[in-house]
């Protein structure tokens, strides 16, 4: 009664008529405590004939106020609403009461009405907020997935199978002069970046943070310190919304795309990614149960083999697109550049790995030599034998991985996957093979969130438990 008395002076509730709500069939109460002290307490009507509830009170003392109870009062009424069956809430709060309104407005509630000297003696208006619960219910979670592994802030938001939103910051200019990732400057632009991604996102998803059921981040592979970032964000987020986190595996994620763009995942598929960051093959029989590490690179990536091989040509960062380029006017068999990894004393141990740091060295080899004779090399022929040599390997051994595991189908995914070279010999052979061959659009190739909430919410639907919230990042892989 003190707290009601503080809250609303004149419009206070009489111990009697607290007591007959509380003692009420139709009303709900929930009250917040510290120690034996009640600090708050909220109250929710819905009678059996409505199918709307109405938010009675809400009263916080004072000493408590701005510490987020007011807001876990409401959390716990719109829960009780949900339970009981009710379609929408509706409210009234004091005109000029501006901190009530904006918290209920940041958990979904619109205003619909205004009623003219409501709140007596006073005088002042009552606005009337309505929160319409089957927006944000429908069958399909909403997931929030977040992923930093490496250059890109990437968050998406999908619905079931539905892509809703998928923004992407990239810190790949700030790499550009020392010709590759730099793990702390990724780290530190992840943290710059979230926070407007992750507006954006929402504004792109047409939905407030409130709507979203879980939250998925990728917590491994990829660098350390840039994984960390998003880790954290995503358990602040999962803390605050009282919301499932999910840590998700970026690889996996990869595959997740095609359910976006397909409405299901065909399985068995093999996958190949290919990105600065990884160069793997996986057979995903099942992607929450049963995916198995085929192989994978056992030095640089495909796309880091770009990027270094540009450098020795003296071609700009990131690699891939300026070889790419340059290899237009080439000839592919100019130079005989070495297959890493595909002799056949190497089909026992490393079938389905990949090794690049042999070709690079044979390109800058090529180059030295040329050099030292005096001799201009052709850029356009090197970049065009060496795309030449990444690509046949890739495509070979992919292909390969499908006819020897009886898998009709491969996915490409990874930011290599942008090399016209790539998509032209891969196309030919799975047709050859008859392998049918996915190729995501391509903002969906490279890093980005889409993909990770496109897995969350998979193991969302199929109820996988939920991750506590001390789990860590690994930069490596253990399937
Ligand atoms: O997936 P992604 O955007 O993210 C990281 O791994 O960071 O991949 C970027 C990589 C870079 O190494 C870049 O050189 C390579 O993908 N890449 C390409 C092409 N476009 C980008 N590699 C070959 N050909 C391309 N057209
Ligand atoms: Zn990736």
Redesign the pocket.
Known sequence: MQIEKACFGNDAWSKSNMKSELVAPHTTYVVAEQGDEVIGYAGLSKLATSTSSDIQTIAVSDSHRGSGIGRALMQSLLEFAREQGAKDVLLEVREDKPTPQALYGSLGFVAIDRRENYYQPDGVAAIVMRLDLELGTSSAPIVLGIETS???TGIGIVQGNKLLANVISSSMDQHARFGG?VPEIAARAHLEALDSVLTQALKDANISIYDVDAVAVTNGPGLAGALMVGVGAAKALAVALNKPIYAVNHLVAHVAVDILERGKLETPTVALLV????TSLLLVRDILNDVELLGETVDD????A??KVARVLGLAY????E??KAAKQGDPKAIKFPRGLSLPKDMDQNRYNFSFSGLKTAVARHVERAELQGETISVPDVAASFREAVVDVLVTKAVNACLENNVPRLILG???V???R?REVAAARCEEAGIELRIPAFSL???NGAMIASLGAQMVMTGVKPNNLDFGVYSTIAF
């Open positions: 490496c250059d890109e990732v990105s600065g960051g990884h990536a495909a796309g880091e770009f990027d990131p690699g891939g697109p070889i790419d990874g930011g290599v942008a090399n016209a790539l190739c490279t890093d």
